[in-house]
């Protein structure tokens, strides 16, 4: 008997997978920045990510190199490996 439903998140390489493509559908700002918030709030509201899930996969795009994330923690960018994940 299960008590909870399966969380589609809580693979941190499904979410990181999620947050690039989150990433890949918003336009850069300057020098190819997209502003941390464009793809946490979709992510913890809309597609209903925990904290702890969200954070797992942008720890895990970061450490694979799909994403980048400046050390103020304001801005990401979609790196080329990211860019290839999607293709």
């Known amino acids: 008997m299960k008590f909870v439903e399966p969380r589609p998140y809580a693979d941190p390489?499904?979410?990181?997978?999620?947050l690039v493509k989150l990433a890949a559908g918003i336009t850069p700002v300057q020098d190819g920045r997209i502003h941390?918030?464009?793809?946490?709030?979709p992510m913890l509201s809309e597609l209903k990510a925990t904290p702890a899930e969200y954070k797992a996969g942008l720890d895990l795009?970061?450490?694979?190199?799909?994403?980048?994330?400046?050390?103020?923690?304001?801005?990401?960018?979609?790196?080329?490996?990211?860019?290839e994940i999607l293709a």
Do not use: C, D, Q, Y
Request: glycine fraction near 8%; avoid cysteine.
């Open 61 to 83: 795009a970061i450490a694979r190199g799909w994403l980048w994330l400046h050390e103020s923690g304001t801005f990401v960018r979609l790196m080329p490996a990211g860019a």
């Open 13 to 18: 390489e499904v979410a990181a997978r999620e």
């Open 36 to 41: 941390i918030e464009k793809i946490n709030w």
